[in-house]
């Protein structure tokens, strides 16, 4: 699952430097009608040196410098990180602060602008968790609409992954039907059953498929299981490997994974080992990911999703157009 990390809208840079500014000349002239800084100044020796109005006009400048200073780090210390099951928002120059916001415990989420924040696009996130309906608001953040879109899209896959991932397939209940959209039936992962022999184009074919899965809705495959829904098993897959059981299968799908998809989609997939007619069989569960899966081998990348019970490998143009709209609020 690809994080997504959000910083409050430039705008406020301005708005806070305005309002400190404006605060700053009027404590200034505030403290000028007061006392009396021209003879208080002479009353140093510096004043020998360095006329009041240059004096006057070095300190603004550090004054003025320093608040610039202050409410740009400020800025660019303060984060919003969504992430696959929390939220979390780190603050402070000196004295960091992080608070973080499970996603399972979120409620619900809304936005809202005030006139300029229409005109210029910022706005406040509100965020209600747990039964107490405790309120988090993030304030000034840009194009807050698609922030909440984007938080129930992380909140919904990450509800999709606890799913598969905390509970075990009914691997009767998954091939009764069939081959659908979400589930594909294999026979082998590697093992050509028609040519005795390894076959790269078989894992090329799996993750092809994984790929497509990650791209659309999720998915399941089985492994060990042929077209017609009977069970071959994967013992012939496990002699091709030098550790010939599960643990070494899933070393070796995920180091195929890894090359052919990325590391980064991992936390997305998961592989649960069953046994049906007393044969080893594998259902690997997949999350949709917020983000675009290219699958890439040798020197090709392609983009696939799946359509009906097939995986389709998009063109340029198709991939394009898919992406900018399956995908809109997750592109950074």
Known sequence: MSERIIKKSPVVI?????????SAVAAYIAAAYLGHYAQIYRSFPL????????????????????????????????????????????????????ETIPLNQIISVSSRQGPLGKLVKYGTIEIRIGQSQKCFFFKDLPEPQNIVELILQFKQASEFTAGHHNSSPDLDQLIKDGERENLELKSTFRWDLRAQKVNRQLEKSVMRTVAAFLNTQGGQIVLGIDDNKKPLGLEADYATLGKPNPDGF???????????????????????????????????????????????????????????????????????????????????
């Open 14 to 22: 301005v708005k806070n430097f305005l309002i400190l500014q404006a």
């Open 250 to 332: 899933e070393n070796h799908f995920s180091h195929i994974f890894h090359n052919m998809i990325g590391s980064e989609f991992r936390s997305l997939i998961k592989l649960s080992w069953l046994k049906l007619d007393n044969k080893d069989c594998c259902v690997i569960s997949v999350s949709p990911s917020l983000k675009p899966a290219i699958l890439r081998t040798d020197d090709n990348e392609e983009f696939c999703i799946r359509t009906g019970n097939g995986t389709t490998a998009l063109k340029f143009s198709e991939a394009s157009s898919y992406i900018s709209s399956h995908f809109k609020n997750n592109l950074v």
């Open 47 to 98: 004043s020998k040196v360095v006329s009041f109005q240059i004096a006057q006009a070095v300190f603004v400048f550090g004054l003025e410098t320093l608040i610039i200073f202050y409410i740009f780090f400020r800025w660019y210390k303060e984060y919003w990180q969504i992430q696959p099951y929390q939220i979390m928002h780190g603050r402070g120059l000196l004295f960091r602060k992080r």
